[in-house]
């Protein structure tokens, strides 16, 4: 028996670091984001997802790290065990990163978290605390399910404001690295 067609791709899942060759990294970008996967702007054997916030973006463009079927799994949030950390590399020093977990099934369960870029053209890891919510979003309920994320670079600017920009992540992880 012959098999045919391009192989079945594992659903993306926690760590994401863009590298494998067996998972399906499609993201989903909305409100005025273009996002692919590129050559890490420093490290050219690295693979890092590339988001340009375009000039047409919204405040609120962002990207989603997977389709619209989420993470293979939920997020393990419990008392103490709250925070996501993602390496991201921006123009620009003091812009609003925020991280936002929903339920793919129910897109009212949310909990959202900022954190500020402190360094431009570089890599910085931050460290987004989901029991530390952004002003105006739900708390953190340990009964949900929480197993999509999305990621919105420069929050609350939009692209006529800011011009086109051009942000990188890479190793999105539970915990601290």
Same mark, same amino acid.
């Given at each position: 028996?012959?098999?045919?067609?391009?192989?079945?791709?594992?659903?993306?899942?926690?760590?994401?670091?863009?590298?494998? =060759?067996?998972?399906?990294? /499609?993201?989903?970008?909305?409100? +005025?984001? $273009? #996002? %692919?996967?590129?050559?890490?702007?420093? !490290?050219?054997?690295?693979?890092?997802?590339?988001?340009?916030?375009?000039?047409?973006?919204? =405040?609120?463009?962002?990207? /989603?790290?997977?389709?619209?079927? +989420?993470? $293979? #799994? %939920?997020?393990?949030?419990?008392?103490? !065990?709250?925070?996501?950390?993602?390496?991201?590399?921006?123009?620009?020093?003091?812009?609003?990163?925020?991280?936002?977990?929903?339920?793919?099934?129910?897109?009212?369960?949310?909990?959202?978290?900022?954190?500020?870029?402190?360094?431009?053209?570089?890599?910085?890891?931050?460290?987004?605390?989901?029991?530390?919510?952004?002003?105006?979003?739900?708390?953190?309920?340990?009964?949900?399910?929480?197993?999509?994320?999305?990621?919105?670079?420069?929050?609350?600017?939009?692209?006529?404001?800011?011009?086109?920009?051009?942000?990188?992540?890479?190793?999105?992880?539970?915990?601290?690295?």
């Amino acid at each position: 028996i012959f098999g045919g067609g391009a192989p079945v791709l594992n659903q993306i899942a926690l760590p994401i670091n863009w590298e494998g =060759t067996n998972t399906n990294y /499609t993201v989903t970008d909305f409100g +005025g984001t $273009a #996002s %692919a996967l590129n050559a890490d702007p420093i !490290n050219a054997s690295n693979t890092v997802l590339k988001t340009d916030k375009t000039v047409s973006a919204q =405040t609120w463009g962002g990207t /989603t790290l997977s389709t619209a079927s +989420g993470l $293979a #799994s %939920a997020i393990p949030f419990s008392a103490g !065990n709250t925070i996501i950390s993602v390496k991201v590399y921006s123009p620009n020093a003091g812009i609003v990163v925020r991280l936002k977990a929903e339920d793919h099934t129910n897109n009212t369960i949310t909990v959202e978290t900022d954190v500020n870029t402190t360094v431009a053209n570089a890599w910085e890891t931050l460290t987004f605390d989901f029991a530390n919510q952004a002003s105006g979003t739900a708390a953190i309920n340990f009964a949900n399910t929480y197993d999509m994320l999305s990621i919105f670079y420069n929050f609350g600017v939009d692209g006529a404001t800011a011009g086109l920009k051009t942000y990188y992540c890479d190793d999105v992880m539970f915990g601290i690295p």
